[in-house]
């Protein structure tokens, strides 16, 4: 645990404002902790992603690049095989946008998020954390569609969150990563699903030998 923010990931301490005075305030502190706190949801082994140390495939790493900088909300769906570098790179961009803050952005575990809204079942003092994706942040990643196999209503759920997005596709954008190929993809969630997908994101292929292995 950090010495200096036990453990929090803020510090209490002085810095330049506005006007160039200088201030007491809430901060981040430059720890693990810190980034813990500041990118909520990303793997533990992702704390210190960036753009900049991807080490993946310079194609792949170009085109997210590419869409995460744009000036407005774009879409993304990366797909590829275990350990090819599909959340590092969603990830990176994540941070990116998170970094920039022009607009808001969360980074979600699909199966987690799944077992998440079972839990507000018959629960009215739970907000469904589902549902509040549906317009709550204009950058969503949706990671690990496909890790683990999907029941009926997990099924169901993920092509409402994705046609509600999909609804406002010009002002949100949501990145997907899954395992899945593009076969997979139409007989899991439906070639409705993947139809809306293709004509409103950038489908990024990433191949090549998983980076999680030794050289």
Not at 62 to 75: G, H, K, L
Not at 78 to 98: D, E, F, H, N, W
Not at 121 to 130: C, E, S
């Amino acid at each position: 645990m950090c010495n200096k923010c036990d453990g929090t990931g803020r510090v209490y301490r002085k810095f330049t404002g506005a006007g160039g005075y200088e201030v007491m305030g809430w901060m981040y502190c430059d720890c693990d902790d810190a980034l813990r706190a500041r990118y909520r949801g990303i793997p533990e082994e992702a704390l210190h992603w960036m753009f900049a140390n991807f080490p993946g495939g310079k194609a792949g790493l170009r085109q997210a690049q590419t869409i995460a900088n744009m000036p407005t909300p774009c879409w993304a769906v990366l797909m590829g095989p275990v350990g090819t570098g599909k959340t590092s790179l969603a990830v990176c961009a994540y941070k990116q946008i998170r970094n920039a803050g022009l607009w808001t952005a969360k980074f979600k575990n699909a199966a987690l998020l799944l077992d998440a809204t079972k839990k507000t079942f018959g629960r009215d003092d739970l907000l469904n954390p589902l549902e509040a994706l549906y317009e709550d942040c204009q950058f969503l990643v949706l990671d690990g569609l496909g890790e683990r196999q999907l029941s009926e209503w997990e099924i169901g759920a993920m092509q409402q969150l994705i046609g509600q997005r999909y609804t406002r596709r010009t002002s949100l954008a949501t990145w997907i990563t899954t395992n899945w190929d593009v076969g997979q993809f139409k007989l899991r969630l439906g070639d409705w699903v993947y139809d809306r997908l293709q004509q409103v994101a950038t489908m990024i292929v990433l191949d090549g030998k998983s980076l999680r292995r030794d050289p």
